[in-house]
């Protein structure tokens, strides 16, 4: 497996049941939908965001993912690019929306919930919910707290079967 160009660099702000507006408190269901050639129009560097999307949802060996709040798909809350490994799914990128970043940031629970999808995906395939992904190195220590993610090495994370069915569980209630 060839060493990914990208070190996963985002904060898990909160795991919540879905996402949740931080104004209101109010949580909102969501789901998860293939990104389109449409929705790549309004991702771009000059809308704020941080990853040349156009160019990652190109790239044959991955999928590209949006997360929307139900019933409004949009509005584009965060992205994830997940590869199938056979045995596991790797995360190369994931970004929450440029108002869902930082301070003040409108709704919480963005990577959460696209990294439950990613296990879910896994899980679904039959690989236990496993999901590797490479971090930035002052992330290790969080993503060990926040998702249950293991240290392999290097740069390398990985989320196990225990780790990955909380995820789900708290995501994704059917």
Same mark, same amino acid.
Request: proline residues 3%; positive net charge; contains cysteine.
């Given at each position: 497996? =060839?060493?990914? %160009? +990208? +070190? &996963?660099?985002?904060?898990?702000?909160?795991?919540?049941?879905? /996402?949740?507006?931080?104004?209101?408190?109010?949580?909102? $269901?969501?789901?998860?939908? $293939?990104?389109?050639?449409?929705? @790549? =129009?309004?991702?771009? %560097?000059? !809308?704020?965001?941080?990853?040349?999307?156009?160019?990652?949802?190109?790239?044959?060996?991955?999928?590209?993912? =949006?997360?929307? /709040?139900?019933?409004?798909?949009? &509005? /584009?809350?965060? #992205?994830?690019?997940?590869?199938?490994?056979?045995?596991?799914?790797? *995360?190369? #990128? /994931?970004?929450?929306? $440029?108002?869902?970043?930082?301070?003040?940031? @409108?709704?919480?629970?963005? $990577?959460?919930?696209?990294?439950?999808?990613?296990?879910?995906?896994? #899980?679904?395939?039959?690989?236990?919910?496993?999901?590797?992904?490479?971090? =930035?190195?002052?992330?290790?220590?969080?993503?060990?707290?926040? @998702?249950?993610?293991?240290?392999?090495?290097?740069?390398? *994370?990985? &989320? +196990?079967?225990? !780790?990955? !069915?909380? #995820?789900?569980?708290?995501?994704?209630?059917?």
């Amino acid at each position: 497996m =060839k060493e990914s %160009k +990208y +070190y &996963i660099d985002i904060e898990v702000d909160r795991l919540t049941n879905s /996402i949740t507006n931080t104004i209101s408190g109010d949580s909102f $269901p969501t789901e998860v939908l $293939p990104v389109t050639k449409a929705d @790549l =129009k309004s991702v771009t %560097k000059k !809308a704020g965001w941080k990853f040349d999307w156009k160019s990652e949802a190109k790239l044959t060996d991955r999928a590209t993912y =949006k997360l929307t /709040i139900e019933g409004n798909p949009n &509005i /584009i809350q965060g #992205l994830i690019s997940i590869s199938d490994y056979g045995d596991h799914f790797f *995360m190369h #990128l /994931i970004e929450s929306a $440029p108002f869902n970043f930082g301070k003040p940031k @409108l709704y919480e629970g963005v $990577p959460g919930n696209l990294v439950a999808f990613a296990c879910k995906e896994s #899980l679904e395939k039959g690989y236990e919910g496993f999901l590797s992904f490479f971090s =930035k190195t002052r992330l290790i220590a969080h993503y060990e707290k926040t @998702l249950q993610a293991v240290h392999v090495g290097g740069h390398r *994370m990985v &989320i +196990y079967a225990d !780790a990955a !069915a909380k #995820l789900i569980n708290r995501y994704f209630k059917n």
